[in-house]
């Protein structure tokens, strides 16, 4: 017997530029034999209304590092839902980890977002006990990798 695949809704923002690990990510997921991945574009203007939808039935949740890489803010429309969501887990990629001047594209920001979307899983691309160290203070985290 094959288990069927995991029902994941993946957030992401496209850019009129595209990075390479951007793409991958999202085709990685979108092709994986283990998910049924439905990309979501957090760019929707009509999107929070969509993402509700989209997560009654996902047994996944998956932020990647587009969606907060340069801000958090575009995320802002999307922070109830994601926050409120029931027994679903979440993945946070984090993007840019480094310390900016720049509001919304800073750690603080990015610190503060993860405190209050509550995610299960952050997935870091700082050594994983630099990240484990970083992000210890998020409540409801699991893991970070």
């Not at 496209?14 to 951007?22: I, M, N, P």
């Not at 969606?67 to 994601?82: F, K, Q, R």
């Amino acid at each position: 017997m094959t288990k069927a695949a995991i029902k994941a809704v993946v957030l992401c923002r496209r850019y009129a530029a595209t990075l390479s690990y951007y793409d991958d990510w999202e085709d990685a997921l979108r092709t994986s034999s283990r998910l049924n991945a439905t990309l979501f574009d957090i760019s929707d203007p009509e999107g929070a209304t969509r993402l509700r939808r989209l997560m009654v039935d996902a047994e996944l949740i998956v932020a990647l590092h587009s969606t907060n890489a340069d801000s958090v803010e575009p995320l802002g429309p999307y922070e109830p839902a994601l926050a409120e969501r029931k027994n679903t887990p979440l993945v946070v990629f984090i993007g840019n980890e480094f310390s900016s001047p720049v509001p919304g594209m800073g750690m603080r920001d990015k610190l503060d977002l993860l405190q209050r979307l509550r995610p299960e899983f952050i997935a870091t691309q700082l050594p994983v006990d630099v990240g484990r160290w970083l992000y210890e203070g998020v409540p409801g985290a699991r893991d970070v990798s």
